[in-house]
T-cell receptor, first 116, second 115 residues
C-alpha cells in the first residue's frame, strides 16, 4: 500500500534560518503530493501541492518539488519566521483508478518551532 | 462562506458507551472524508464518501466503527462500545470531488476521550 515517511522531529530553528523537512513516499502509479500545516489551535490546512513529476508547489515562501526518481517531496523555506511554528504533514493521494484514489495518506508530522 | 463544521468539539465518554460525531461539509461538496489523529498512529484515513457511490470504508479500524452520509450532505461517524484506544481527534474534510485538483478542506475536529 501507499506510505509516506517524514523526517523525525521536532525541529527547532532561529528566525531567518533555512528550513528543510524531508519527505519520501511509496506508491504505485502517479500519486499527487501535498504538504499540510496545522498551526497551534487551528485546523489542518493545505500549504502546497504538486500533481505530477517535476512540478514545484509553492506558497507563503515554502516550496517543494515532486521528484519521482527519488520518490521525494522535501519542503523548503529560505528564511523561516516565528509565525511558521506549526506541525507540517506530508501527504499523498493515489491516482485515479487506484484503490487509494481520493483519500490522503499522511506522514507522521514534523513539529517546527522557530525562535526569535 | 462557511467552512466544514464538526460537533461536538469535545466529547468525553465512558468505555463501552456509543458515540456519534457529526460533520457538516461545505455546501456543494460531493466528497466527504473522515480521518483520525492520534498520538500513536498519526493521521489515519477512515472512510470516504463520493456522491452516490458506495463509500470507501477501507480505513475503518473495526466493525465498531460506521458512518453514513444522509442526502449527500451531513455525515455521522458512530463508534459503538468505545474503547480507550479510540481516544483521538476525529477530523472531517470535504472537497468538490475526489480528484487531486480539488483541495480537501478540514474541519476543526472532535476530540474524543474515552475514560
Amino acid at each position: 500500500g501507499n506510505s509516506v515517511t517524514q523526517m523525525e522531529g521536532p525541529v527547532t530553528l532561529s528566525e531567518e534560518a533555512f528550513l528543510t523537512i524531508n519527505c519520501t513516499y511509496t506508491a504505485t502509479g502517479y500519486p499527487s503530493l501535498f504538504w499540510y500545516v496545522q498551526y497551534p489551535g487551528e485546523g489542518l490546512q493545505l500549504l502546497l501541492k504538486a500533481t505530477k513529476a517535476d512540478d514545484k508547489g509553492s506558497n507563503k515562501g515554502f516550496e517543494a518539488t515532486y521528484r519521482k526518481e527519488t520518490t521525494s517531496f522535501h519542503l523548503e523555506k529560505g528564511s523561516v519566521q516565528v509565525s511558521d511554528s506549526a506541525v507540517y504533514f506530508c501527504a499523498l493521494k493515489g491516482d485515479a483508478g487506484g484503490t487509494s484514489y481520493g483519500k490522503l495518506t499522511f506522514g507522521q508530522g514534523t513539529i517546527l518551532t522557530v525562535h526569535p | 462562506g462557511a467552512g466544514v463544521s464538526q460537533s461536538p468539539s469535545n466529547k468525553v465518554t465512558e468505555k463501552g458507551k456509543d458515540v456519534e460525531l457529526r460533520c457538516d461539509p461545505i455546501s456543494g461538496h460531493t466528497a466527504l472524508y473522515w480521518y483520525r489523529q492520534s498520538l500513536g498512529q498519526g493521521l489515519e484515513f477512515l472512510i470516504y464518501f463520493q456522491g452516490n457511490s458506495a463509500p470507501d470504508k477501507s480505513g475503518l479500524p473495526s466493525d465498531r466503527f460506521s458512518a453514513e452520509r444522509t442526502g449527500g450532505s451531513v455525515s455521522t461517524l458512530t463508534i459503538q462500545r468505545t474503547q480507550q484506544e479510540d481516544s483521538a481527534v476525529y477530523l472531517c474534510a470535504s472537497s468538490q470531488g475526489g480528484s487531486s485538483s480539488y483541495e480537501q478542506y478540514f474541519g476543526p475536529g472532535t476530540r474524543l476521550t474515552v475514560t
